[in-house]
């Protein structure tokens, strides 16, 4: 969803993908420099779903504009209990 924004909004062609798979979580961060839509962190439905989404498995979620422009949009997702 993160990267479809990207596409869709940020009138840029790029944007960074971070994975970091930890011992007990999963943590996932997407930025870009591009020109976004100037709205609040709590815009769209795509930002409001991927937040529902997160805490509905007890994760962490986040998305702001960058300071000097750009985007971030981040997650960090734990484990269920025993999965390695």
């Known amino acids: 969803e993160a990267i479809t ?3 869709r909004h940020s009138g840029t062609d790029t944007c960074r993908v971070v994975i970091h798979r930890r ?14 839509h100037g709205q609040g962190p709590d ?7 991927m937040r529902e989404r997160a805490a509905l498995l007890h994760g962490e979620f986040s998305a702001a504009p960058l300071p000097g422009g750009g985007f971030r949009v981040a997650a960090r997702l734990p484990f269920p209990t025993g999965v390695r």
């Open 5 to 7: 924004n990207v596409v």
């Open 23 to 36: 011992a007990d979580e999963l943590a996932v961060e997407i930025t870009d420099r591009g020109r976004g």
């Open 43 to 49: 815009s769209g439905y795509g930002l409001v779903g």
